[in-house]
């Protein structure tokens, strides 16, 4: 059964350092979705891509976040300074399309320990 | 804007005992509703989904009914085993501008014991 993909599983970084998170979502979906879940809390909506074109980044903090989908496949989420309050989950999730009644399939995540 | 909100928990219950899991919504318009359930160690899985008013979505032994006068989609499951320990999360579609973007609710921890 095919997945999404992300890594690392895992990161511990300091504050101020640079860090980037990988997600290769399910063959053939042209939406991508990244996620953060703090620890208690329901996943929040960071960037939203159709192919490579951001459609809805209006929660992402974009004086240190960055994402990218340069061939719409395969996508990119960086945090340069990461801070302390950036410890969270980052989950990437894919669909067919961005539809209203669409299933979403979420990645393992990547669980960020900022120090 | 739009907003779930679910039953506190953390919920502790007995194998075959009845499980509900509250969760009511605000949105205009008339989104779509959804369970989605985190394994530990693992990503969201979609449980089960309704996308208008009076839908009984299931899956797995787990039912909830999109209740639009009540706006409400609560979570029941009539005999609960082990394998079901997991945190539960209520989300919707609001559609729209919103595109495909889902809203969840924080999430309940349920624990099930032998």
């Known amino acids: 059964e095919a997945e999404v993909a992300q890594s690392p599983r895992y990161k511990i970084t300091e504050k101020s350092q640079a860090v980037a998170f990988w997600c290769d979502p399910i063959s053939g979906h042209a939406t991508l979705y990244w996620y953060r879940q703090i620890l208690g809390q329901g996943p929040e909506l960071l960037v939203q891509?159709?192919?490579?074109?951001?459609?809805?980044d209006s929660q992402l903090p974009k004086d240190r976040f960055s994402a990218e989908r340069l061939k719409g496949v395969d996508s990119t989420l960086k945090i340069q300074p990461a801070e302390l309050g950036d410890s969270a989950m980052y989950l990437c999730?894919?669909?067919?399309?961005?539809?209203?009644?669409?299933?979403?399939?979420f990645g393992p995540g990547t669980r960020l320990t900022v120090t | 804007g739009d907003s779930v909100t679910q039953m506190e928990g953390p919920v502790t219950l007995s194998e075959e005992a009845f499980l509900t899991i509250n969760c009511t919504y605000t949105?205009?318009?008339?989104?779509?509703l959804f369970w989605y359930v985190q394994y530990p160690g693992e990503g969201l899985q979609l449980l089960l989904k309704?996308?208008?008013?009076?839908d009984k979505g299931s899956n797995k032994g787990f039912e909830a009914t999109y209740r639009k006068e009540t706006t409400s989609f609560h979570l029941e499951k009539g005999s609960v085993q082990v394998s079901d320990s997991a945190v539960y999360f209520c989300?919707?579609?609001?559609?729209?501008?919103?595109?495909?973007?889902?809203?969840f609710g924080q999430g309940t921890i349920l624990t099930v014991h032998p």
């Open positions: 949105a205009t318009g008339y989104p779509s």
């Open positions: 891509f159709q192919d490579e074109s951001v459609v809805d």
């Open positions: 989300a919707l579609n609001a559609g729209g501008t919103s595109y495909g973007k889902l809203t």
């Open positions: 999730a894919s669909s067919l399309a961005a539809t209203q009644g669409g299933e979403q399939y």
């Open positions: 309704a996308t208008k008013a009076d």
